[in-house]
């Protein structure tokens, strides 16, 4: 399978290869050389930032203390992903925006090579904000570079025999997932965001952010791993 961009890529990279357990600078350290070649080529690329373990530990820390409620989780997870997104920033500092996307239209279009986005709003995760800033950007697609290489149709982990997807609707994708948002949700794509890329007709790629092989051979409209949801 391969895939041809034309336009900005949008990125959303997940909290869970930037911040796993604690920042991870190796894969920051191959990220940032990885990404070199493509700027070099003249490509915008605009990253997503997830807050990953931040989020978790600070939601878990909270919730030992005291009731919380969604919306002060979400806020939680969305300072997480700002800290993060200022971390890519700054290592990208040279040739990035310096001001960080979170919230809707702060940014009519990326004029530097790279330009970094946080989360927005209670209600959503990162995976929205890259399909909403895809939309928003004339960007047919969003390339969620999270853990999972593909689309299944239940959890693999548990289903040893669950079938995956190169190629998926969203009519379909959506009922494999929840119907509503929740804090700490893990699905390929969030119900929001899902909601969105119907709505709008944008593409989500669906790839192991972790192999950057695989992700150049995207880049490169080469033969690559994952699933097109669209």
Do not use: C
């Given at each position: ?57 600070f939601q878990e ?103 995956r997807f190169d ?64």
């Amino acid at each position: 399978m391969k895939y041809a961009f034309r336009n900005t890529v949008v990125v959303a990279l997940g909290g869970s290869i930037v911040h796993p357990d604690g920042i991870d600078v190796r894969f920051l350290k191959d990220f940032k050389k990885f990404i070199a070649p493509f700027l070099k080529k003249g490509m915008k690329f605009v990253f997503v930032i997830g807050g990953g373990t931040l989020s978790r530990r600070f939601q878990e820390a909270a919730e030992k203390v005291a009731k919380v409620a969604d919306e002060d989780k979400d806020w939680i997870g969305i300072h997480a992903t700002r800290l993060n997104a200022h971390l890519v920033r700054t290592i990208f500092r040279e040739v990035a925006d310096p001001v960080i996307i979170d919230i809707r239209g702060k940014i009519a279009r990326p004029e530097h090579p790279v330009t970094v986005a946080a989360g927005w709003r209670p209600g959503w995760s990162t995976d929205y904000v890259a399909m909403r800033i895809a939309a928003d950007f004339g960007a047919d697609e969003a390339v969620i570079a999270g853990k999972p290489a593909y689309v299944y149709d239940r959890d693999p982990g548990k289903y040893p025999n669950a079938k995956r997807f190169d190629e998926i609707g969203w009519a379909a994708y959506r009922k494999l997932i929840p119907a509503k948002w929740k804090p700490g949700l893990h699905a390929p794509v969030d119900p929001v965001g899902a909601k969105l890329g119907a709505s709008e007709r944008v593409k989500a790629i669906i790839i192991d952010g972790r192999n950057m092989k695989n992700f150049a051979a995207l880049l490169n409209g080469k033969e690559f791993k994952g699933t097109i949801i669209g």
